[in-house]
């Protein structure tokens, strides 16, 4: 359990400060998700639309916050 949010968020400021990725290793990455995703079986979608009512409505919602 988090206690201290404010001290979790600046630790976590201060990593992705230090964590700096050239664009080589972030596709490199986003690659090995995609095959990850791929052998799971739940890439590439089999409808990119379906449950985009959902999204549509959650945005709303949070627009009018």
């Known amino acids: 359990m988090i206690k ?11 990593v992705l400060q230090k964590e700096k990725l050239d664009y080589r290793s972030a596709l490199r990455i986003f690659e090995s998700m ?8 739940v890439l590439p979608l ?14 709303r919602m949070l627009n009018h916050v």
């Open 46 to 59: 089999k409808d990119p639309l379906e449950g985009i009512e959902v999204d549509i409505r959650i945005a």
């Open 34 to 41: 995609w095959r990850e995703g791929m052998a799971l079986g």
């Open 4 to 14: 201290n949010s404010e001290l979790l968020e600046k630790f976590e400021r201060k």
